[in-house]
Structures are given as structure tokens and as C-alpha cells.
């Protein structure tokens, strides 16, 4: 019934910018910390962003200055604003909610970023 529902992806160029959004359900959403992570071929799954349940953000420092998550709990769903791709921003982009020994992922959205 948990659902974590990705959607915002796709093809731009280096510089441009995207904003991916997440929509959960079946959870408390405002109890969960909530996190974006991608996922490039050949590489591990890394953290880019995260925000816990009273609005601190952490962001991984290929993001930092470049990137913003966000949420609204009234709309069940975290952002990630992404400006200035890069083409090592290419990646598939997951949403995850965290709560204890909880933790559910989305399906991933593909950001493609080319000239």
C-alpha cells in the first residue's frame, strides 16, 4: 500500500534545470525523514539530499549550492530542485521515506543530462 511515486525527470543540457517530485502515500508522510538518492551505471547508489521531519536539510557535496530538497506535508510529497546540471548529475533519481526501522524507495525517474 506504501507507494513513493517519482516524477519530473528527463533530458536536459548542462546548466539547465529540473525539479523532481515525489509523491507518498500510505505513510504518515510528516514522520518521515524524507531523501533523494540516484544511481549511475557502474556506480553505488549515493545520498544527494535529505529532509528530516522538522525541515533540517543535509545535501551531499556534489550537491551543495546546486541543488534544494524541500517538502510539503499538506501535499505528501518532497522536492528536489536541480540547477546547474552537470552531465555527472545523469543518473537515476530515487525518493526514499525513513522512520526508524521503516524505510520505503520509489521507482527512480532518470535525469539525463547531454548536450
Known amino acids: 500500500q506504501v507507494q513513493l511515486v517519482e516524477s519530473g525527470g528527463g533530458l536536459v543540457q548542462p546548466g539547465g534545470s529540473l525539479r523532481l517530485s515525489c509523491a507518498a502515500s500510505g505513510i504518515i508522510f510528516s514522520l518521515y525523514t524524507m531523501g533523494w538518492y540516484r544511481q549511475a551505471p557502474r556506480k553505488e547508489r549515493e545520498l544527494v539530499a535529505i529532509i528530516t521531519t522538522s525541515g533540517v536539510t543535509g545535501y551531499a557535496n556534489s550537491a551543495k549550492g546546486r541543488f534544494t530538497i524541500s517538502r510539503d506535508n499538506a501535499k505528501n510529497t518532497v522536492y528536489l530542485q536541480m540547477n546547474s546540471l552537470k552531465p555527472e548529475d545523469t543518473a537515476v533519481y530515487y525518493c526514499?521515506?525513513?522512520?526508524?526501522?521503516?524505510?520505503?524507495w520509489g521507482q527512480g525517474t532518470q535525469v539525463t543530462v547531454s548536450s
Open positions: 526514499n521515506a525513513d522512520k526508524r526501522s521503516l524505510n520505503y
